[in-house]
């Protein structure tokens, strides 16, 4: 089943236009950055 989500991801994300998928990627990275400084501070928002 997860090879089947992954697929089901490239495929759409193939099917976007760039500036979509470049700016889905930004929010996914200042996502991922706020949970490492959480994590890493032990900080509580």
Do not use: D, K, N, Y
């Amino acid at each position: 089943m997860p090879l089947t989500g992954l697929a089901g991801c490239v495929v759409l994300a193939c099917s976007l236009p760039l500036p979509t998928v470049i700016t889905g990627m930004v929010v996914l990275a200042v996502g991922a950055g706020l949970w490492w400084l959480r994590e890493r501070f032990a900080l509580r928002f």
